[in-house]
């Protein structure tokens, strides 16, 4: 065999070698893109469900706060009190579903002892602090409310203004 055959018997080798190596290449750089997408989605989703709670927490303030300047109505105290009590659901529902995940979402469960969990857990609680002085507020200003619908003549309609420092210690929680 002579010198030119074997060159271009070994170039067709190198060749083919070369195919391969490039084919493998670009399976493995589609597996990896593949692989960074999907979690990149997730993340995405991740971060979205953490604004939607953000908007849920301030929401809830609101309707609190207005639940709070009520001043003579029954009926729309009970309307705004129910509006907070809807978003504080959701934020709490929206943190077990970090949690826990949701394949139909693409949300991943927050791994078992990781930080996500951790803040996740520390926001749950917060929200937990905030409900128990929420509710001490509804349910004072809900008393007042009645005082005043039930004979209340002589009640100063100021004294339903209630105290909004008891608030205060929950501006933490979402900040």
């Not at 490039?22 to 991740?46: F, L, P």
């Not at 953000?54 to 706060?65: D, G, I, K, N, Y």
């Not at 729309?76 to 579903?97: A, N, T």
Request: proline share 1%.
């Amino acid at each position: 065999m002579k010198i030119v055959h074997k060159l271009v018997a070994l170039f067709m080798c190198m060749a083919i070698i070369v195919a391969l190596t490039g084919g493998y290449g670009i399976w493995s750089i589609d597996k990896v893109g593949g692989k960074v997408h999907e979690m990149m989605k997730a993340r995405s989703a991740q971060e979205k469900m953490v604004v939607l709670m953000r908007v849920a927490m301030q929401a809830a303030r609101v309707h609190l706060l207005k639940a709070a300047l009520v001043r003579s109505s029954m009926d729309e105290f009970e309307l705004c009190k129910g509006d907070y009590e809807v978003e504080r659901d959701r934020i709490i529902s929206d943190c077990d579903l970090l949690l826990q995940g949701n394949v139909k979402l693409k949300i991943e469960a927050a791994p078992k002892g990781s930080q996500l969990e951790t803040r996740i857990n520390d926001v749950k609680q917060g929200v937990t602090e905030f409900e128990s002085v929420a509710d001490k507020l509804l349910a004072r200003k809900a008393e007042l409310l009645k005082g005043l619908k039930g004979g209340g003549a002589g009640l100063d309609v100021g004294r339903l203004h209630v105290d909004h420092e008891a608030i205060a210690p929950s501006e933490q929680l979402v900040q």
